[in-house]
DNA sequence: AAATTATATGCCGATATAGGAATATATCAA
DNA sequence: TTGATATATTCCTATATCGGCATATAATTT
């Protein structure tokens, strides 16, 4: 069984470098395809490519202008990354483990042969 | 060229959802790999490979204990990724969104040509 | 109609998967 | 020492990918 495809979803489609620096181009306004080809320097065809896989799990919207698309950001998809990794917040930020740490003291204080994490 | 590795980086490590249970075991406490097994109702190999690939990109430490190795999260690639993602707060959340109207209000009445996003 | 511009798609090749099953390694118990 | 337990590694196979290149499609201009 090969990984799953990266159109599956947002975390799939975001792991690739470029993927998110088109959704960061993005992110300043729409752009027709060629805008980024020139921004960020890739061919043509791939920067296509990589829109698909983006309009695949609805990151981006496009609209014809003329013979120009544009494609347009939705960030609503990468919501349900952003909820995944906040729970992880407290593990490298500094304020949520003192208070961790004061908490785990207290419970200590309740149940006294409780073990201690982290 | 392939995709990039599973342990180039948090965001490829984390786009398969079995390692996201795994860390998600961990956040609570740490644990031995067969706990993970039974938890997860994974078959062990596979979990052993999960989180050779966790511990590749930092997001787990060991630690032996007997014969047991107990695996231990350590959240703190996933901030690179809470920071990428986290620029795109605004585009789900309305409280953002109205903002950002506001301020596209304020921009216009400064310069009047100025065309408007979203 | 022909040429130009803008974008999408198709084909190719190399490669890193994920799961399954078998096996290796290492520690502990009897 | 033998057996049991805990974990890691190896071999397997199928497949999706990414980039490069060529080409298809579609709209616009001359």
């Given amino acids: 069984m090969p990984r799953a495809a990266t159109t599956t979803d947002a975390f799939n489609a975001v792991a690739e470098p470029r993927r998110r620096e ?9 752009r027709p395809v060629n805008d980024l080809v020139m921004l960020l320097d890739l061919a043509q065809p791939q920067v296509s ?4 896989v983006l309009r ?3 990151l ?8 120009q698309r544009v494609y347009r950001l939705n ?3 990468l919501k349900t990354i952003y909820e ?4 992880y917040e ?10 961790d ?10 149940k006294p042969n409780a073990r201690k994490r982290r």
Same sequence: chains 1, 2.
Avoid: M
């Fill in 84 to 87: 995944w990794v906040s729970r």
């Fill in 22 to 30: 088109i959704l960061d181009a993005l992110a300043e306004g729409e």
């Fill in 101 to 110: 740490d004061v908490l785990d003291d207290l419970k200590q204080k309740e």
């Fill in 60 to 67: 981006v919207v496009s609209r014809d202008e003329g013979r």
């Fill in 56 to 58: 695949e799990v609805g």
């Fill in 90 to 99: 407290r593990t490298w930020n500094e304020k949520f483990a003192a208070l």
């Fill in 75 to 77: 960030g609503r998809p």
């Fill in 49 to 52: 490519k990589h829109l698909r």
